[in-house]
């Protein structure tokens, strides 16, 4: 079982909100992990939004919308990147990541449609 | 402004090497750990690890032993990794990222990427 886990596609209409999930794997406690969030769109290298782990322990990246914003699931140990008024832009690729082992964890990546 | 900049693309027979550089601006080179990422052909993100820019010591990630080999220039604020005995399977495009906070301490993330360059291993 992969360590982190993303559904691989998404769709949502302009102006709606989604919701992003990141599951670990079980025996891997999120909150005991910050989770971070990249943007990738075609063509070009992912970009760096947000970082959740709690209320108190959070950061959004420089320039990032504050559409964009994180939570945690503690009962599906997810964690969770809600985009807010979806725009067309927003179509890209999103992967969480997190340190794990002392080692650096990405999920599969989700694949968001704004249609 | 903050920026690392690739070198271009590179068609590389099996068993050749190859060598892709990160040049680094805006900033203070030995301050920020450089990491790397391999994005294979419609896949996702794969760490392969870090270097210290201010002591030269690398960290690699499982799977990425023996034939990477992260190094530095100081002196031009770049970053290399080469890769050896190259494989089909190194097809994908190589990404150096700035890692932010503390890699040391594993939370360091990491912001900002380089463009990308695209190794394509292929007889």
């Known amino acids: 079982q992969a360590v982190l886990t993303q559904p691989s596609s998404l769709s949502a209409s302009p102006g709606a909100s989604a919701s992003l999930t990141c599951t670990l794997r079980?025996?891997?406690?999120?909150?005991?992990?910050?989770i971070y969030w990249y943007q990738q769109k075609p063509g070009s290298p992912p970009q760096y939004l947000l970082r959740?782990?709690?209320?108190?322990?959070?950061?959004?990246g420089s320039g990032v919308p504050s559409r964009f914003s994180g939570s945690k699931d503690a009962s599906a140990n997810a964690g969770i990147l809600l985009i807010s008024g979806l725009q067309s832009e927003d179509e890209a690729d999103y992967y969480c990541?997190?340190?794990?082992?002392?080692?650096?964890?990405f999920g599969g990546g989700t694949k968001l449609t704004v249609l | 402004q903050v920026q690392l900049v690739q070198s271009g693309s590179e068609l590389k027979q099996p068993g050749a090497s190859v060598k892709i550089s990160c040049k680094a601006s805006g900033y203070t080179f030995t301050n920020y750990a450089m990491n790397w990422v391999r994005q294979a052909p419609g896949q996702g993100l794969e760490w392969m690890g870090w270097?210290?820019?201010?002591?030269?010591?690398?960290t690699y990630a499982q799977g990425f032993t023996g034939r990477f080999v992260f190094s530095l220039d100081t002196s031009v604020t770049t970053a290399y990794l080469q890769i050896s005995s190259l494989k089909a399977e190194d097809t994908a495009v190589y990404y150096c990222?700035?890692?932010?906070?503390?890699?040391?301490?594993?939370?360091?993330?990491?912001?900002?990427w380089g463009q990308g360059t695209q190794v394509t291993v292929s007889s």
């Open positions: 270097i210290n820019t201010d002591t030269g010591n690398p």
């Open positions: 959740y782990k709690s209320d108190s322990d959070n950061q959004q």
């Open positions: 079980s025996g891997i406690n999120v909150g005991s992990y910050r």
């Open positions: 990222a700035r890692g932010r906070d503390y890699c040391s301490s594993s939370t360091c993330y990491f912001d900002p």
């Open positions: 990541m997190i340190w794990h082992s002392s080692a650096v964890v």
